[in-house]
């Protein structure tokens, strides 16, 4: 089993690199907001439950986080891993996820920080489009799709999330970043971070995730 976390501020770059390293690695991106956006638009009760945060900005109560984590990672195409993207969020989060995967003899064999800084995220978030068919991103500067609204891999229409609104943007840095700072903090503790430069462009921060996790898989790397 390869348990790899990706870490990072909104906006810095995770569902990005997280689909890079699903096809490298061969197993599933998991995205906790990904899996509240879909239980939203199922109106199941946890989609329901995590609009209000969400719209407000701030993050789903653990224990309804965990849960539907902990559910997703049962599922067969988990079995031999799962990159995470956006969970944990917190130091609960992250105690919860260290029980659940000690219990099937399993550990985090990496989590990746990418590093960008406050000042950047803004830019980010406002100017990204999402298909909608998978959820590709593109920026409108940054990472352009090769024709305006239509995404690359899959032809389907390109939309602006909810919470990609300016006003919504700065809650979302206002609340969550003392959070990240504490799993980054528990990660370091484990010895399990790993840090990388997310302002270069996308390439060479994926090229760096790739070095990050062969010098893991070698047993070669220091400690961030
Ligand atoms: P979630 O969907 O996880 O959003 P997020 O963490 O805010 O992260 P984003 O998806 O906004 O950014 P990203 O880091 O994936 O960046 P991306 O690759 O798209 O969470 C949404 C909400 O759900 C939360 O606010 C919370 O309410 C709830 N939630 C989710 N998980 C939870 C949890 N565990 N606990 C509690 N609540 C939870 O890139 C951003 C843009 O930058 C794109 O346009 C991209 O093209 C561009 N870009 C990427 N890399 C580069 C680069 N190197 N250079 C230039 N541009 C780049």
Redo the contacts with the bound molecule.
């Keep these: 089993m390869m348990l790899v976390v990706l870490l990072?501020?909104?906006?810095?770059?995770?569902?990005?690199?997280?689909a890079v390293l699903r096809d490298r690695l061969g197993i599933p991106h998991v995205?906790?907001?990904?899996l509240?956006?879909t239980a939203l638009r199922a109106a199941t009760p946890i989609g329901l439950e995590?609009k209000a945060?969400?719209d407000a900005?701030?993050?789903?109560?653990?224990d309804v986080?965990i849960r539907m984590?902990e559910e997703r990672l049962g599922r067969p195409d988990a079995a031999a891993g799962a990159i995470l993207?956006?969970?944990?969020?917190?130091a609960v989060?992250a105690r919860a996820l260290d029980a659940f995967l000690a219990a099937r003899g399993g550990r985090v064999d990496a989590a990746l920080l990418?590093d960008v800084p406050a000042e950047d995220l803004v830019a980010?978030?406002s100017?990204?489009?999402?298909c909608r068919a998978a959820g590709h991103?593109?920026?409108a500067t940054?990472?352009p799709p090769r024709v305006a609204g239509t995404c690359d891999l899959d032809g389907s229409p390109l939309y602006q999330?909810d919470?990609?609104r300016p006003e919504t943007i700065r809650a979302?840095l206002a609340s969550?970043l003392a959070d990240l700072d504490a799993v980054v903090e528990h990660y370091r503790s484990t010895g399990a971070l790993r840090t990388v430069d997310?302002?270069?462009?996308?390439g060479e921060?994926s090229a760096a995730l790739g070095a990050a996790l062969e010098a893991v898989a070698a047993g070669t790397s220091g400690r961030a």
């Design positions: 990072g501020a909104p906006g810095a770059g995770k569902g990005t690199q997280a995205a906790t907001g990904d509240f956006r995590a945060y969400m900005g701030q993050l789903v109560p653990d986080t984590l993207d956006g969970f944990p969020r917190t989060q990418i980010r978030l100017g990204r489009w999402i991103p593109y920026h940054m990472n999330r919470d990609d979302r969550q997310g302002r270069e462009p996308i921060v």
